[in-house]
C-alpha cells in the first residue's frame, strides 16, 4: 500500500508542479489535493477488507473500520468522488482534484490520469465492471459502463459514453462512443493535466 | 402533511429494496444514501411551500424555512443534488449516486430514477420537461425543454433528450435516437 501512494504521490507531483517545486509545497500537498486524499482512503479501504477476509477482527482491522467510517463521509463531501473498495488500483494513478468521479473498475493500471465527472461502473442490465489498462488517459464527463477492457495507451477523449471493448493505443471519442483512431501516443496528454485536444485532427482520419 | 409522510415512506422503500424494515435499517438507510437525504429535505420543503396560505402556522413555517434553508444549501455544495422546489417530483424518487443533479421546473411522476451529473428541466423554460412514470434516467443524461417523456421510457447513459419521447422506448445517444420502442425497465428500476 505505501510503496503503491509513494508512486501516486510522485506522479501528481509531476503534474502539479511541472517546473519543480519545494519539499514544503510538495508536502502541502498531501493536504490540498482531494483526488490524493480519495485514493488513499480507497487503497485503505482495499487493504482493510484484504486484512479482514485473512484475519477476521483483530486489533488493527478495528482500528481501521473505526477510522474508515469517519474519514470516508469526510472524503467524499471534499472531494465528490466515490471510489468502490473492491477495485484493484495499481501504483501510479491521478484522479481529478475537481472530483465528482464516480468509479468503480475491475482494475485500473499504473499510469492512467481520470479527470473530472467521470463515472465507471457496472451496466445497469446487469454486466459486471470494466477493467482499465495502464497508461491510459479519460477525459472529462466520460461514462465507461459494461464488462469491457480498455487497452493499454488508450485516449478517451472528453464527453465520451463507451460500452465496448477498446484495444491498445487506440482513440475513442463520441455519443454512443466509437473508435476514431488505432495507433495514437497519449504521452503528450498524459504529461499535463491541461486536455487541449484538437478535434479536428480526429475527425478528418 | 399525509402527503408528505406517504412520498417520503415510499422514498425510504425504493432505497430499503423490500428488506431491513427495522427502524434501525431505515436509519442507516437515511445515513448511507446521499440520494435519500437530499430527497427527504425536498420533500420537507414542499411541505413548507404547500402550507404557505395557513396563516396560523406562520412561526414554524419560519423555522422550517430556516431549517430547510440550511440543510439544502449543505446538500446543494457538499453532495452536488440540487432539488428545486420548482421540480413537481412524484413519490417513490431514487437517487442513485451523488454529483451534478439538477432537477429544476419539470414535473416527474412516480417511481422515478435518476442517476448522477444528470440534469432534467431548463431555468430559462417556461414549461419545463414533463416525464412519466416508472422512467429510467441514466447517469450524465440531459432532458432539457418542453419535451414530454413518455411511462416506462429508458433514458440511456449520456443521452440527450430534445424530442418528445414515446412510452417504453429507449434513447440513446447525443442527440438522442429511439434505439427500441419496446423496452422493458422493470429488472433496472430498483
Same mark, same amino acid.
Given at each position: ?21 519545494? !519539499?514544503?509545497? $510538495?508536502?502541502? /500537498? ?20 484484504? $486484512? $479482514? ?10 482500528? /481501521? ?112 462512443? !466509437? ?27 | ?10 422514498? /425510504? ?34 411541505? /413548507? ?142
Amino acid at each position: 500500500m505505501w510503496s503503491e501512494l509513494r508512486a501516486d504521490f510522485k506522479l501528481y507531483c509531476a503534474l502539479r508542479f511541472p517546473d519543480g517545486a519545494s !519539499v514544503i509545497r $510538495r508536502a502541502l /500537498l498531501l493536504f490540498r489535493s482531494p483526488g490524493l486524499l480519495v485514493l488513499a482512503i480507497q487503497r485503505t479501504h482495499h487493504y482493510f477488507f484484504d $486484512r $479482514r477476509l485473512r484475519d477476521g477482527w483483530t486489533l488493527e482491522t478495528i482500528g /481501521l473500520k473505526f477510522l474508515l467510517a469517519f474519514a470516508r463521509p469526510l472524503a467524499l463531501i471534499i472531494a465528490k468522488s466515490d471510489v468502490a473498495a473492491s477495485t484493484e488500483i495499481a501504483g501510479g494513478v491521478y484522479l481529478s482534484d475537481r472530483g465528482h468521479l464516480i468509479i468503480g473498475p475491475r482494475r485500473i493500471g499504473s499510469g492512467t490520469l481520470i479527470h473530472d465527472r467521470v463515472t465507471i461502473g457496472v451496466s445497469a442490465g446487469g454486466e459486471g465492471p470494466p477493467m482499465i489498462g495502464e497508461n491510459v488517459w479519460i477525459g472529462p464527463d466520460c461514462v465507461i459502463y459494461g464488462d469491457s477492457r480498455i487497452g493499454n495507451g488508450v485516449a478517451v477523449l472528453p464527453g465520451t459514453v463507451l460500452s465496448i471493448s477498446v484495444p491498445d493505443n487506440a482513440v475513442v471519442s463520441g455519443n454512443p462512443g !466509437v473508435i476514431v483512431r488505432r495507433d495514437f501516443d497519449n504521452t503528450y496528454l498524459r504529461r499535463n493535466l491541461a486536455c487541449n485536444i484538437d478535434r479536428e485532427s480526429f475527425a478528418s482520419r | 402533511m399525509t402527503s408528505f409522510l406517504r412520498a417520503s415512506r415510499a422514498d /425510504l422503500h425504493r432505497y430499503l429494496e423490500r428488506k431491513a424494515t427495522s427502524a434501525w435499517g431505515k436509519l442507516w438507510a437515511i445515513l448511507v444514501n446521499q440520494g435519500l437525504q437530499a430527497v427527504l429535505i425536498y420533500r420537507f420543503g414542499r411541505l /413548507l411551500d404547500s402550507k404557505k396560505k395557513v396563516v396560523p402556522v406562520w412561526p414554524f413555517l419560519a423555522i422550517g424555512w430556516i431549517a430547510y434553508a440550511v440543510i439544502a444549501a449543505v446538500i446543494r455544495r457538499g453532495y452536488g443534488i440540487s432539488l428545486s422546489l420548482s421540480a413537481d417530483i412524484g413519490e417513490g424518487f431514487y437517487i442513485g449516486h451523488f454529483g451534478g443533479i439538477e432537477i429544476v421546473n419539470c414535473r416527474l411522476r412516480e417511481h422515478c430514477s435518476v442517476g448522477q451529473q444528470t440534469i432534467v428541466g431548463c431555468a430559462a423554460q417556461i414549461d419545463g420537461p414533463q416525464i412519466g412514470h416508472n422512467v429510467w434516467i441514466g447517469a450524465h443524461a440531459k432532458v432539457f425543454g418542453p419535451v414530454k417523456v413518455g411511462n416506462h421510457a429508458t433514458i440511456a447513459p449520456g443521452a440527450r433528450v430534445t424530442k418528445d419521447v414515446p412510452s417504453n422506448a429507449l434513447i440513446v445517444g447525443d442527440p438522442g435516437r429511439i434505439v427500441s420502442r419496446r423496452y422493458d425497465n422493470s429488472r433496472i428500476l430498483p
